[in-house]
Structures are given as C-alpha cells and as structure tokens.
C-alpha cells in the first residue's frame, strides 16, 4: 500500500484499553464494551473448537458406511452437541458480541454502549448458560438434536437434556440483553452530525440483527421451558400421550429458529458491507436499499418458521402461504449480493486478507441461499428435505457465510484491537486453505443429499461411501484453515508490526482513534460531517486521487 | 464507569440518559409481550382444541378470588402511578408512601394467590399422578365428548400454573424492585430533577398488571358457567 509505507514506524499509544488496568478482577469485573468484546472472543472461540471436536468426531465416524468409531447412541449425542456448541455458544453470540460490542460505540461515535453493566451481565449469562451446556455434554450429552424436538426430548430421551435446556434458556438472556443494549445505543448515544444515514451499514446490520435478537428470544426461552417442565414435571404441552401437540412445539421452536439463522447472517452481512467498499476505495452501493434490505430480512424472516416443517403435516395452503415467503425473503439477502457486486464494480480492488474472505463469502453464500430456495420448493423439499442437502445448505450459509464473514472481521479489525497486524501472507494462505477445504467438505453433502442420504444417521448405504470420505478429507483441511488465523494472530500479538491508527485505510470513525483505543475511545468526542464510505472527500485518508471517477458518496445515489 | 451525581459517565447528559432508560425499558417490556406471548398461544392452540375439558377448569376457579385480586392489582397500579407522580413533582415522602403501599397491594396479591394455590393442592387439581376430579363436576355429556379428559384437563391445569406462576414470578421480582426504591427513596435520592429508577419500575409494573389484565378473562372467566 503506497499511502503507508511513506509514513515512519509508528509507535503503540502509551495508554489504551487493554493496560488501562492490570488483574483478573479488571477484567472479569469490567464495564469497557471492549474488553467485554474480548471476553467474548475466548468464550466463543473455546466453544467454536469444542464444537469443530464434534464434528471432527461426527466426519471421521462416517468415513466407513457401518460406522466403525461410534454406536448409533453417542452418534446422535455427536451431532446433538454440534448443533448446540456451534449454534448457540459460537454463531449467535460471535461477531454481534466479539465485533459488534467492540465496534458499535467507536463507529457512533460514543464513549460506551447505553448500558455498560447490562453488556457485562450478557456475558456472565452467557457463560453460567455455556457451563451447564458443558456439564450436559459432559454427563454423557444429549441426543435429542439441538432442535430438541417433542416428545423425544421432553419425554422418551434418556440423555442429559435438562441442563442443556437449562443453558440455552439462560443464554437466550444474553443475546436479548445484547440486542436491547444495541437498539438503545444506536438511538441514544451516537456523537453529533452522525445521522442515521451516515452510520456504517454494519450499525445498520447489528440493528436489524438487535430486532430480531429483541422479537425472537423470548418465545424459544417460553418454548424450552414449557419443554422442560413436560420433561421434570410429566406435563403434557407436547405429549400426545397427554393431550399435548407435538407439532405445536415445532411451531414455536422455528418461531425463534427461523429468525435465529438471519440472527447469525445479517452481521456477517454488515462486516461484508465494511470490507467490500473499503478494499475497492469506492463507497458501497445503494446505502439506504442496503440498509432497508437489512430490515426487510429482519421482519420477513420472521414469516417463513414453516418451512422446516412441510412434511410436518401441515395444510396444504399453510405450506403453500410460507413458501411463498420464503422465496420473498431471498429477495432483500440477492438485493445486497448485487449492491456489493456493483460496489467492487470500478473500483480500485485489492486482495488483502479480509477482501479474501469477503470474496469467500459472496460465492458461497450465493450457493447457499440459492440452494435454499430449492429447499423451499414444497415439491423438491419432499425430496430433499432430511438429507445431507438440507445439511449442505446450511453449512454454506452458516459457515461459507457467516464464519467467513466472522474470519473477515477477525482480519479486518484485528490492527484496531490489538495495535498489531499480522503475517499477510500466512493469513491470505490460511484464507485460501479455508476456502479449498470448506467446498471439499460440503459440496459432496449436496450430491449425496440429492441422491438420498439422510441426515443424522450414523451408518449410510456403501454407495455413499466416496462423498463421505471427500468430505471428511475437505474437514481436515477446514481445521488447518481454522488453527493456522489462531496461531499466528496470537503471534503478532507480540511480534506483529505496529499497524497505526488507519492501516487499510477505511472511511469508518473508529479508525479515527487510536490503535489499540484508550478505554473512553475518544479524545474528544467528534463531530460527523462526512458521509460514509466517502473516499472522495476525505483527505485525512492519505489516498491518492483515483484516476477514474470513483461513486458518488451514499445518500446521492 | 464513573458517576459524578446522578450522571454516568458514558453519557454526555442526564436527558440522554433518561432516554436511554426509558427506551432500555419499554424494549425490555416488548421483550416480555413476546415471552408472555408463547405461553399465551400455547394455551390459546390448547384451549381451542379441548374446549370442554378447559370449560370445566376455568369453573373450578376461584372467581371472587380472582375478582379480588384483579382490584388490588388495578389499585396497585394506580398508587405506582401517584409514585411516578410524586418522583416527578418531588415530593419524597409522597414517592416513599405510594411506593409503600403498592408493595402492600403486591404482597396480598401473592398472598391471595398462595390461597388458591393450595386450595389447588387440595382439591387434587395439580397434574401428576394425583390429579382427579370427581366424577359429580363431570357431566356425562362432557365426558363422552372428549374421551381423553382427565388428560386435557391436566393440561389446562398445567397452563394454569405455568402463566400465573411466571406472573406471580415477576411480581415477585418486581416487588424486589419495590424494596430497593423503597430503600433508596427513603435516602432521598429521587427528586423532580433525578427520579428515572421510579418511573421505570413503573413501568414494569404497569407491564405485570397488563399481563395479569390479560390472565383473568383467558383463564377465570371464558365458558364461566352459573353454578
């Protein structure tokens, strides 16, 4: 990058937030939404690996059609204990928690989220939530599916599945804590002249993110408690054998779980709409329909829960009425696939490590939302519907999407809150090994899903065989692409060059402080008169002029 | 995280605050709609699907109690509100009185409800394997119409504690609530300048007596039968 290498060797800012206070207690009793982010890091990155042990466990299994490493009993604790570790201790919490509470502040402008001490009661409800996960996975698991579906877990399962509800119940407080937190932040707190149309697009992703976290939460905590108490006190809500319906609990289970997946896919969305316009110099395209995409994913995503149960038994027009919402929801998530296409489109493009898992992002959850709209065909979905596609599908979205998009914020933000860049060429390698070993894990699951392989089953038909062993070997370069970031991030730690105050450089207010920031994130609190994403007007940034005309700045579209 | 009077040292201004408490609490409260709500659907889908066994239920309830209990929560709420109305005109000793007695309103309450609780025990109207109602409460009519009776009226019983016992829960937080402010009132900390904590507890509590405006009708007073 010409604008940098000019400058002198800069040094680390004498006080920031991470020597502000030395001691376990400083940071385990912090109020700072940056340490907070910290905290969090650890957590989900430690229920990240727990559950990448699963489902290591659950690929090496399945390597041979009889299944030679687990009964079918510990099978279905295996990929139990996947679902739950990833879904709700590793993809809900992590960039909204990591990146989210970290970044929101410094992108308004703000001295700290609205409720400081609410933000560190999030994460201790996250973790009293993630310690009796932990004990349930380590009484022996549970085997119920993290979708915990009645009556087999509310009555016949003989695994450990009280606590696990218990710590999904108490986690669910945590992201609603987030979410409220977020929503209040954003609009209370934001620093003068930042309008609501110049907050970054990832503000407006956490926000949309925040609504449904706010809507959505509160009816899975009803939901697994009245799981929970048919399972202790022998109540009847979901038990045919008492008068219950189980179909009743899928209703409100897919009432929160649909949502939860856009939960998982808006911020990663959001951190794509940061990395995009900042590694093509141009500004992102079509701000306000961005923005309004990402509400519209938000409220219609809260229409479509059954469509995870077409062959549930519902009526045909019900069935009918959700899959017609379904394709509707597709629409805000292609609208934005488009807008950072043309974002890239004349723009000055560079390849560094984010705009690696960026690009990442856009083709495979281009895959994994197309396929999704297979999925909800009610036609194909009778076909496909339990199978190794449905598996295929959502991985491509949740980890081709979303934890890509987590890889990118990781890359991106990493200087800001650590000070320190890291070895460009391991990371754009890792990158790379990511990528080659996401697509040999998941891209046969796709085909042995069409041609019939069901999900959740421990043994498999022997023509299958050659899918499964792709996939498994594409795991194993996965986990290489997941272990090298850990290793060398925590290496530039102490041997990273210093990265300066605007190391890419970006348009956004929190590369305006500096790196790592002080604990109250701004000298002085600033007053906002630029646009976003408006390369053109802003000097400070040290670019040189760009010889084609770059895009107007957003709002002038 | 400082404070220097009552202003927190990650706001620019006591209004920002405010508002921020005020906005905090009002999406709390939405957040508890949604919570309350998937019960109340839960038992909507259940009432619908079995409405002679929950008929039946609803009768065994105590209606005077209820009634009662439906009063003392109304007026609990209006001395919140003449609490909130104190805070903001600061007159203290008012703000400590009306918070007082909206704590006492709260207690008979709970105390009313403990009452039909265990007249609930007694009667063997708890589900579990010592559920029974005898057989005079049950019309002929009534059981042949739903063979599976004794198992749906378990059911609305099971409804019946699950939606009163997570109100009665969070009046039981709430007046937790109500002895902080209590206590902090009565060390003058609120005045017409700087009494939020009073207001937002109000409006909690206003949310709790909404959702118990809401559990009468659905619980005590749908299919009510002359006895």
Known sequence: ?557 | MHRTGELYGHFETLDQQRESASLGMWIFLITEVMFFGGIFLAYTVNRHANPVAFALGSNTLDLRLGAINTGVLLASSFTMAMAVWAGHTGKQKLITLFLILTLVLGGIFLGIKTVEYAGKFEHHLVPGSSFHIPAEDVSAAAAKADPDFSAHAQLFFSLYFGMTGLHALHMVVGAGLLIWLIRQSMQGRYTAKYNTPVEMVGLYWHFVDIVWIYLFPLLYLIDRRHK
């Open chain 1, 1 to 557: 990058m010409s604008a940098t290498e000019s400058r002198p060797a800069e040094q680390l800012p004498e006080k920031h937030y991470l020597n502000a206070d030395y001691g376990i207690r400083s940071w385990l009793l912090t109020t700072d939404h940056k340490r907070i982010a910290l905290l969090y890091l650890v957590s989900v990155t430690f229920f990240f690996l727990l559950g990448g042990v699963f489902a290591g466990l659950i690929r090496l299994h399945l390597l041979t059609p009889k299944g030679a490493l687990l009964s079918p009993e510990v099978y279905n604790r295996m990929f139990t204990m996947h679902g739950v570790a990833m879904i709700f201790f590793f993809l809900i919490p992590s960039i909204p928690a990591v990146f989210g509470n970290f970044f929101i502040p410094l992108m308004i402008g703000a001295k700290d989220l609205a409720f400081p001490k609410i933000n560190l009661l999030s994460w201790y409800l996250y973790m009293i939530g993630g310690a009796l996960a932990l004990y349930s996975f380590m009484s022996g698991g549970l085997d119920t599916g993290w979708t915990f579906y009645t009556p087999l877990s509310s009555v016949y399962s003989n695994s450990a599945v009280a606590p696990a509800v218990l710590g999904v119940f108490i986690n669910g407080f945590s992201s609603i804590l987030t979410g409220l937190n977020f929503l209040v932040t954003v609009h209370t707190m934001r620093a003068p002249g930042m309008t609501w149309f110049r907050l970054p697009m990832f503000v407006w992703a956490h926000y949309a993110t925040s609504i449904i976290m706010i809507l959505g939460t509160p009816v899975v905590a009803t939901t697994l408690a009245l799981a929970g108490m048919e399972r202790l006190f022998h109540l009847g809500f979901f038990n045919p054998q008492l008068g219950g319906d189980p179909v009743l609990f899928q209703h409100l289970f897919w009432f929160y779980s649909h949502p939860a997946v856009y939960i998982m896919i808006l911020p990663a969305m959001g951190v794509i709409s940061e990395i995009i316009p900042t590694f093509s110099r141009k500004p992102l395209f079509g701000y306000k329909v961005m923005a309004g995409a990402s509400l519209a994913i938000a409220i219609v995503g809260f229409l479509v829960w059954a469509h995870h149960m077409f062959v549930a038994g519902q009526s045909a027009y019900a069935a009918l009425a959700f899959s017609f919402l379904t394709m509707l929801v597709a629409v805000p998530s292609a609208v934005k696939t488009f807008n950072w296409t043309a974002t890239m489109y004349r723009g000055s493009i560079s390849f560094q490590t984010p705009m690696v898992y960026a690009f990442g992002f856009l083709g495979l959850f281009l895959v994994g939302g197309l396929t999704g709209l297979f999925l909800g065909t009610l036609g194909t979905d009778i076909h496909i519907h339990d199978t190794y596609f449905v598996v295929a599908h959502f991985h491509y979205i949740m980890v081709g999407g979303a934890v890509m998009g987590y890889m990118g914020a990781l890359h991106y933000w990493w200087p800001k809150m650590s000070g320190r860049m890291y070895s460009e060429t391991l990371a754009r390698f890792a990158a790379v090994v990511l990528f080659v070993g996401f697509n040999l894990t998941f891209f046969p699951q796709f085909l042995m899903g069409y041609a019939g392989m069901p999900r959740r089953y421990h043994s498999y038909p022997p023509e299958f065989q050659i899918y499964n062993v792709l996939s498994t070997a594409g795991a194993t370069i996965l986990a290489i692409g997941y272990i090298l970031p850990i290793l060398y991030l925590l290496w530039s730690l102490k041997f990273g060059p210093v990265a300066g105050r605007n190391p890419w450089p970006s348009t956004g207010l929190e590369w305006q402080t500096a790196s790592p920031p002080p604990t109250e994130n701004f000298e002085v609190t600033p007053v906002v008169t630029w646009e976003a994403y408006d390369f053109e007007n802003r000097p400070d940034l040290g670019l040189d002029k760009p010889v084609i005309p770059a895009g107007p700045a957003s709002g002038h579209d």
